[in-house]
Structures are given as structure tokens and as C-alpha cells.
Nanobody, 118 residues
Framework: QVQPVESGGGLVQTGGSLRLSCVVSGTSFTVNAMAWYRQVPGNQRELVARINTRNLPTYVESVKGRFTISRANVQKTLFLQMDSLKPEDTAVYFC????????????WGQGTQVTVSS
């Protein structure tokens, strides 16, 4: 069964940086459009960055210019470089297939906690 495994989260101060990674095994990674999502307790999961199979990225307005999504197909790994972090970026971050492209998502992983202190 396919299940993403996220890592790289942590506690940083406002303005700091983190690089998240997500390893996906058990599937042909290359053919999937991928995305990073985040969720704050009590809120719905939010898609923040997408990357298609041609490596074209798309971002929500709130992270544009600060986050960079990329993928390494041979390693079956998705990345999210997060710079100029803000307290409102605090959330659990998940990766999965892009819900705007694929109707069926994989089971969700544990996610990785990102906490930005003010």
C-alpha cells in the first residue's frame, strides 16, 4: 500500500527556514502530480503547493515567493523549501497526490509538525 512519509519539520523563529521531505514508496512516483498540504487542528486540510509531472509548480497566494516545491523522481521524493516563515505557517504538513488532478488520494501519512514562534 502506498503511504507517504514526511519529515523535516521542527520549531523555528519567525523568518527562519525549513526543508520538508516526503518519500513515497510502492508506486510509480513519476506519473503523479504531487502536492503539499497543511492542517491546523480544527481546520480543514489546505493545499499549499502543487507540482505537476513536468515540474511546473503552483502556490497558494499566502506562500508565494516564500515556499518552493520540487521533486526528485528517481528518489521518489517530494520537497518543500520554506523560507521567511511566519507564525501563521504553523501546522502539520502532509504530502499526497494533487487533489486537483487525481480523484483518489493515497492514505495520509503522519505528517510533519512545523511550528514558527513569534
Amino acid at each position: 500500500q502506498v503511504q507517504p512519509v514526511e519529515s523535516g519539520g521542527g520549531l523555528v523563529q519567525t523568518g527562519g527556514s525549513l526543508r520538508l521531505s516526503c518519500v513515497v514508496s510502492g508506486t510509480s512516483f513519476t506519473v503523479n502530480a504531487m502536492a503539499w498540504y497543511r492542517q491546523v487542528p480544527g481546520n480543514q486540510r489546505e493545499l499549499v503547493a502543487r507540482i505537476n509531472t513536468r515540474n511546473l509548480p503552483t502556490y497558494v497566494e499566502s506562500v508565494k515567493g516564500r515556499f518552493t516545491i520540487s521533486r526528485a523522481n528517481v528518489q521518489k521524493t517530494l520537497f518543500l523549501q520554506m523560507d521567511s516563515l511566519k507564525p501563521e505557517d504553523t501546522a502539520v504538513y502532509f504530502c499526497n497526490r494533487d487533489q486537483q488532478v487525481h480523484s483518489n488520494l493515497w492514505p495520509w501519512g503522519q505528517g510533519t509538525q512545523v511550528t514558527v514562534s513569534s
